[in-house]
């Protein structure tokens, strides 16, 4: 690899796919992966293996897929599972601790940050610094979404970042600080937000 991607370039594999295929691949957020899986579209196009499985005492969960040969580094941000579909920790960890609290500081513009945020943000960090050479693709719905972008927003290295596909998150402007807001402007042409209009909480 000659080093961080560049602007016209399309031989990576997540800039080859479809829009279809990419909020099928977002999808996969939710799947219960484990290290060594290979991931796969369900038209058959590979992503990646499975390098790591995030999964941390705060809630944030991630999933991480490396394409070695092209230096490639998807990451899956996790959201939130219905509270009748989730397991025991569901109603705490997503909802209780983050998904309310961050409704409530979003409407009363109060920048109030659940940990579960810093942790999606200093994960995404120490994977940048791990991969130094490597372009990263990151996907997140609802919560997802949400720790994908708090976590964009603290980025340290925007030139290892290549797009951000996020689906039906809330708008976290108003949590962010002066420089985050910064650090978003930065990435603001390799961000895309998905948003139903129709959909009260995106």
């Given at each position: 690899?000659?080093?961080?991607?560049?602007?016209?370039?399309?031989h990576?594999?997540?800039?080859?796919?479809?829009?279809?295929?990419?909020?099928?691949?977002a999808?996969?957020?939710?799947?219960?992966?484990?290290?060594?899986?290979?991931?796969?579209?369900p038209?058959?196009?590979?992503?990646?293996?499975?390098?790591?499985?995030?999964d941390?005492?705060?809630?944030?969960?991630?999933t991480?897929?490396e394409?070695?040969?092209?230096?490639?580094?998807t990451?899956?941000?996790r959201?939130?599972s219905?509270?009748?579909?989730?397991?025991?920790?569901?109603?705490?960890?997503?909802?209780?601790?983050?998904?309310?609290?961050?409704?409530?500081?979003?409407?009363?513009?109060?920048p109030?940050?659940?940990?579960?945020m810093?942790?999606?943000?200093?994960?995404?960090?120490?994977?940048?610094?791990?991969?130094?050479?490597?372009?990263?693709?990151?996907?997140?719905?609802?919560l997802?979404?949400?720790?994908?972008?708090?976590?964009l927003?603290n980025?340290r290295?925007?030139?290892?970042?290549?797009?951000?596909?996020?689906?039906e998150?809330?708008?976290?402007?108003?949590?962010?600080?002066?420089?985050?807001?910064?650090?978003?402007?930065?990435?603001?042409?390799r961000?895309?937000?998905?948003?139903?209009?129709?959909?009260v909480?995106?």
């Open positions: 690899m000659d080093g961080p991607w560049k602007e016209g370039e399309c990576m594999i997540n800039a080859n796919l479809t829009d279809w295929q990419r909020m099928q691949l999808q996969l957020e939710y799947h219960d992966w484990r290290v060594g899986d290979v991931l796969l579209l038209d058959g196009v590979m992503i990646g293996s499975v390098s790591d499985v995030i941390t005492d705060d809630g944030f969960r991630a991480v897929i394409a070695s040969q092209q230096g490639e580094v990451i899956l941000f959201g939130s219905g509270v009748l579909q989730g397991d025991p920790t569901t109603w705490t960890n997503e909802w209780l601790r983050v998904n309310l609290p961050v409704g409530d500081a979003i409407i009363n513009q109060v109030e940050v659940p940990k579960e810093w942790t999606a943000a200093d994960c995404l960090n120490h994977l940048l610094a791990d991969h130094p050479q490597a372009r990263f693709y990151l996907y997140g719905h609802s997802g979404s949400i720790n994908a972008q708090f976590a927003a980025c290295c925007f030139d290892q970042i290549q797009r951000a596909y996020l689906y998150g809330p708008n976290i402007y108003w949590l962010l600080g002066e420089q985050q807001r910064k650090n978003a402007l930065q990435l603001r042409t961000i895309f937000n998905y948003i139903d209009p129709l959909d909480v995106a």
